[in-house]
């Protein structure tokens, strides 16, 4: 039995070994339906003590993040963030797109960190993890309500979306690029609409995110796009139209990493190529393992998101040459950290009586 869920990227829910039980279908043709189901995505909810960390890691060092929600609706099939969902009990597969952690409280554990004598100003970075900007945002506005905090502090922050519902706010990313505090990413893996919605089914279509691209930058918020991940055989070949569209749509910069197939990523990355591109799916794993060392994934800091070989410096000779040639011109962005304050606080109001 084949089954294929349209609209998710993951069509299998793999182990969780962190869990010492799980559901298997053993004898299929006794079942009047699969035991994996299209269900709809269910919110769920976690209030932190504290929503900003640390991101160790000698790739990016002394960076912060914080993530609004756990979890993910586009169902990017290749997202490194998969892997987390097992910490909460659930699988990096199905679960990861259907299973969203919400933490509501967020904007009120950012200002109890920000208001710390203790803290020390430095870019916090949406989303670490999963995109702030998944369509949960629409209705609960934690997203917004932290942007707003880091307003009042002002605050520097950067962030990273494939979603136009940033546009919503507009208002607040402007008054913070007056003071030269945000700084935005949009990721943009592929100008093949067909290809985009396998790999990334519940994402806004690339011509809209360009258009979020020259909206932001029409707007005086710096703005660039992420190519991420690249994968060779897959979307490698769009490299320089990629960088081309962005820079002709107001994009100041752009980074790139390429895939990594990391703890279940590898088994959930495997099955969805298979069936979606089964004519291509065994020369696609081999370049990803010819830039890994011979493996899917690769935990090694320094070269995990670089990758190595032939294939991986080509690529890269690639992207720079596409980047030097259409955003030769662009200025990098600087945040100014000296405009940082802490609102005073107010009274309680039964003081008054």
Not at 325 to 330: A, E, T
Request: charged fraction near 25%.
């Amino acid at each position: 039995m084949n089954y294929y869920f349209k609209g998710r990227g993951s069509q299998i829910n793999t182990d969780n070994k962190y869990l010492k039980h799980r559901y298997v279908t053993e004898h299929e043709e006794m079942l009047d339906e699969p035991l994996l189901s299209n269900e709809k995505t269910q919110i769920y909810y976690e209030h932190p003590k504290k929503i900003v960390n640390v991101v160790k890691s000698p790739d990016i060092p002394g960076m912060y993040s914080m993530n609004p929600y756990q979890g993910c609706e586009h169902g990017c099939i290749y997202c490194y963030a998969r892997n987390t969902h097992e910490y909460w009990g659930y699988s990096a597969g199905l679960d990861f797109e259907r299973k969203i952690i919400a933490k509501p409280n967020a904007p009120q554990v950012l200002e109890k960190q920000l208001m710390n004598k203790n803290w020390e100003v430095s870019p916090i970075m949406f989303s670490g993890n999963t995109d702030c900007y998944q369509p949960v945002e629409r209705e609960l506005k934690i997203t917004r309500q932290m942007l707003e905090v880091l307003l009042k502090f002002k605050h520097p922050a950067s962030m990273i979306t494939k979603n136009n519902l940033i546009l919503r706010d507009m208002d607040i990313l402007q008054e913070m690029a007056k003071l030269k505090l945000i700084h935005v990413m949009i990721s943009i893996t592929s100008l093949r609409e067909e290809l985009r919605q396998k790999m990334e089914p519940r994402t806004v279509t690339t011509k809209n995110r360009l258009k979020v691209v020259e909206k932001l930058s029409n707007a005086g918020i710096p703005v660039g796009v992420m190519t991420a991940p690249i994968i060779p055989g897959l979307n490698s070949d769009e490299i320089p139209q990629l960088i081309e569209a962005a820079a002709n749509s107001g994009a100041q910069r752009a980074g790139m990493t390429l895939v990594r197939l990391n703890g279940s990523i590898a088994d959930i990355f495997k099955d969805w190529i298979h069936k979606n591109f089964p004519d291509r799916a065994e020369k696609v794993l081999n370049h990803i393992a010819a830039i890994h060392g011979g493996q899917l994934n690769d935990s090694r800091y320094g070269t995990r998101m670089r990758g190595e070989g032939n294939i991986a410096a080509s690529i890269h000779q690639l992207f720079n040459m596409a980047v030097k040639k259409h955003m030769v011109s662009k200025e990098r962005f600087q945040y100014d950290l000296t405009v940082f304050e802490r609102p005073k606080p107010q009274k309680d109001q039964l003081e008054l009586f």
